[in-house]
């Protein structure tokens, strides 16, 4: 019936400080999405766990308490504003009024995208293929890979496109 | 801009004799492609190669060769067979005319894929989990993960609902 335009949809779309991620949104706003959709884009940031980011530093001595409240703080700016870059990219995108939510989330982002696209029901889950720059990558393993093989929904990646 | 209606897009669609492939097709049909759309759909078929099927028989012996040419005919009877009632689905779930075009290939399905994906120019691959069913995967490996690791282009893996 190709009734895009009337159904309800769930867009789930993991955004993070990648480019990738926001070439994701770019796509999916671009062919998924149309012009007089009642889809609901909602726009998921996973902070993973500090784990990840003093993982060189097994011991937990050599960050203070002022460093771990400072990277913390970092890393809530960083959430903030990726979701932020990116309800934005969705207004200047987007001509008409979609709506828009945005969600921060805290832990492994292979579960928590899972689990949250299960909790909301999401129609679609959208994603960069990394998800994480290298070096989380190899700490966390492979997020779109994780998701592809774990949640219901269909799942569609978006790689960057390569400058040639 | 939400230009879907506006922009011409090649869609490719790996079809095989499998569920999921038709359940990938039709979400396809139902959240990609809208219904003023100027979208070509390609329906992709990728007979694997003979190996598959008599990989139980190293030697070569046990198949005479009215054998090998039936299992041939067979193989290609389903995939006409395929493609002719995926070409079906799109005129059923799509009510205005939107180009279909399909593509009968032999060889190792991840290979096939990538391979046209890319020669075509394809917008994005959209194809089920599996792509082939339980044993074939085990011979084969899986398809969708070979395929998300090596287009460039966007890939929707859509699963099969599971009854619940």
Redesign the interface.
């Known amino acids: 019936?190709?009734?895009?335009?009337a159904r309800e949809?769930k867009i789930l779309v993991a955004v993070d400080e990648d480019e990738e991620s926001v070439h994701?949104l770019s796509?999916c706003?671009?062919?998924?999405?149309?012009?007089n959709?009642k889809d609901t884009l909602v726009l998921l940031n996973v902070k993973p766990p500090r784990a990840v980011f003093s993982a060189l530093d097994g011991t937990g001595y050599l960050f203070s308490a002022d460093i771990i409240a400072a990277v913390d703080k970092y890393s809530n700016d960083v959430a903030e504003c990726v979701v932020e870059k990116a309800k934005k990219m969705c207004k200047d995108?987007?001509?008409?009024d979609i709506k828009v939510e945005t969600r921060i989330e805290h832990g492994d982002p292979r579960d928590v995208i899972c689990q949250m696209t299960e909790k909301l029901g999401a129609?679609?889950l959208v994603m960069g293929?990394h998800g994480y720059g290298l070096i989380k990558r190899a700490l966390l393993g492979s997020v779109?890979?994780h998701c592809?093989q774990n949640v219901?929904?269909?799942?569609?990646?978006?790689?960057e496109?390569?400058s040639s």
Chains 1, 2 share one sequence.
Request: overall charge positive; aromatic content about 2%.
């Open positions: 019936m190709a009734d895009v335009a949809r994701a796509w706003l671009k062919n998924v999405i149309s012009k959709s995108l987007h001509d008409v129609d679609v293929s779109s890979n592809v219901k929904c269909p799942v569609l990646i978006v790689k496109p390569k």
